[in-house]
């Protein structure tokens, strides 16, 4: 509590103080709340980011797999890819379709993102407007809105990367049997899922900017419109 | 410009013009107005008269074409955006009518955000809430949501949350607007209690006849200006009219 001695005269606008910025600690322990109150919704908007991870992920760790595989030059093992459809003389099988494949569904995902997020600023102008009104500053605003879509992408990310892998390895065993742990690509497999979560985050991050932004230029007075 | 010591709120010559299109819309075309401290204070009008516009000046969240307001010995116009959080943290308590409580949070997280944004610590934040909480009523209600409670529990929440950070100010638009005969007049008691209590000036935007009672002052707004400012004894209260008029 500020106790601040009354002046018959007006207060010169450089003496009064400046509201100070809730520190990020507190900001995520604040918006904890509503994150957890709010989970089935944020399932909702995970779920866009777990599904584009998860087929990222796939056709990694699946192409690690089978190069790991065509590697190995095994005479039964070729009669298996090549029934799978792999060609093995040409063992790189990221092909181009599959970059754009993966791309757009990356793009998917940003823009699920982003249109989830734009939703529920909209859906929450009153509450901004009234957080305003208690003396919340942009930053605030901002920084609640960030964390809240960051957790969300980052907690997608790391579910889809494992759906993603539990899928790869069942289809490749279901195709390849005992070979695949034979040949396992451990490194190649492991950088892969570095590469989805770090795509992942970065995404989800990039996506939280915008919504989190417009969320902090909503104006107080509009907590103060009544329409129900 | 001075303001003398018992004066709270200051407004001269405030006008605001919309441009809407290539029209202007005058929604206030000057108004001059004072309110003392530790007054009740309700200001009245028909829908369009301008009274929400003039309501928001006072309360910091809408900035006039021309003209002053001082609050608490605070120029608003002059002051900037982190300023102006400052002076709405610490001097202005604020009560909706629809209460805009956080829906997602406890009685006791919405009543300690304000202390938060003044800096404290959350622990220490709630403790602060939870004791204005008990001074509302609301002591046994404290982790509850607000969809858990009653309307008028909701805005005892709110009225919690607006004196949190002991402000020299209550400003309450339609406080009563959502709520029914009985339970409305709880909180015009409550909210005459806690000025009493805290020396709090109260200022309400209103239709309701049982807040004009309370007030020490009614200000009719028309027409974008104060048509009429009557103190206590000087207006008298009948049912649909005040003084032969009748309300909008």
Redesign the interface.
């Known amino acids: 509590?500020?106790t601040?001695t009354?002046?018959?005269?007006?207060?010169s606008?450089s003496i009064?103080?400046?509201?100070?910025h809730?520190t990020w600690a507190?900001t995520l322990?604040?918006s904890w709340?509503?994150i957890k109150?709010?989970f089935f919704r944020s399932l909702i908007t995970m779920s866009g980011v777990v599904l584009a991870i998860a087929f990222l992920t796939y056709m990694q760790v699946m192409n690690d797999i089978v190069k790991s595989l065509v590697l190995a030059n095994d005479t039964v093992l070729n009669a298996l890819l090549q029934k799978a459809g792999v060609d093995i003389y040409a063992a790189d099988s990221s092909d181009r379709m599959m970059i754009l494949l993966i791309t757009l569904s990356l793009l998917a995902c940003l823009v699920g993102i982003i249109n989830s997020m734009l939703m529920s600023v909209t859906e929450r102008i009153?509450?901004i407007?009234?957080?305003?009104?208690?003396?919340?500053?942009?930053g605030?605003i901002i920084r609640s809105y960030f964390i809240e879509s960051s957790l969300q992408g980052v907690a997608g990310t790391v579910l889809g990367c494992i759906l993603g892998l539990i899928v790869a390895l069942a289809a490749a065993a279901s195709n390849y049997h005992g070979y695949v742990m034979k040949h396992f690509p451990w490194l190649s497999v492991a950088g892969s899922l570095v590469i989805s979560l770090l795509i992942g985050t970065l995404l989800s991050v990039v996506a939280a900017i915008l919504p989190a932004y417009l969320a902090a230029k909503k104006?107080?007075?509009d907590?103060?419109r009544?329409e129900? | 410009?001075?303001?003398?010591?018992d004066i709270i709120v200051k407004a001269s010559g405030v006008t605001k013009v919309y441009q809407l299109g290539a029209e202007a819309v005058h929604a206030l075309r000057g108004i001059d107005l004072e309110v003392r401290r530790g007054e009740y204070l309700s200001i009245l009008g028909p829908s369009g008269s301008g009274k929400?516009t003039f309501?928001?000046m006072v309360?910091g969240?809408?900035r006039p074409t021309e003209g002053n307001v001082?609050v608490?010995?605070?120029?608003l116009q002059?002051?900037?955006?982190?300023?102006l959080?400052?002076?709405?943290?610490?001097k202005?308590g604020?009560i909706?009518?629809?209460f805009?409580l956080?829906?997602?949070?406890?009685a006791l997280?919405n009543v300690s955000?304000?202390r938060?944004?003044?800096?404290e610590?959350?622990a220490q934040a709630r403790e602060a809430a939870a004791e204005i909480l008990t001074v509302v009523g609301l002591g046994h209600r404290l982790t509850h949501?607000p969809s858990q409670v009653s309307g008028g529990q909701q805005q005892r929440i709110a009225i919690a949350?607006a004196l949190v950070?002991?402000p020299s100010i209550i400003l309450a638009?339609?406080p009563t607007?959502n709520l029914d005969l009985k339970t409305g007049e709880e909180i015009i008691h409550l909210l005459g209690e806690m000025k009493e209590k805290f020396g709090i000036t109260v200022i309400t935007a209103t239709h309701d006849m049982k807040m004009l009672s309370a007030s020490d002052t009614v200000v009719w707004i028309k027409d974008g200006r104060a048509d009429r400012i009557a103190r206590k004894g000087e207006f008298e209260v009948s049912i649909g009219t005040i003084d032969g008029k009748t309300l909008a």
């Open positions: 509590m500020t601040t009354q002046t018959p005269a007006a207060t606008p009064i103080p400046e509201q100070r809730v507190v322990q604040v709340a509503g109150r709010r009153k509450e407007g009234t957080m305003k009104c208690l003396g919340a500053l942009d605030f104006q107080p007075v907590a103060m009544v129900e | 410009m001075s303001i003398s010591e929400s309501f928001n309360g969240l809408d001082e608490d010995g605070y120029c002059e002051l900037n955006q982190k300023q959080a400052w002076v709405r943290c610490h202005m604020y909706f009518q629809s805009n956080i829906q997602t949070m406890t997280e955000l304000p938060i944004f003044a800096g610590t959350p949501l949350r950070n002991r638009d339609e607007g």
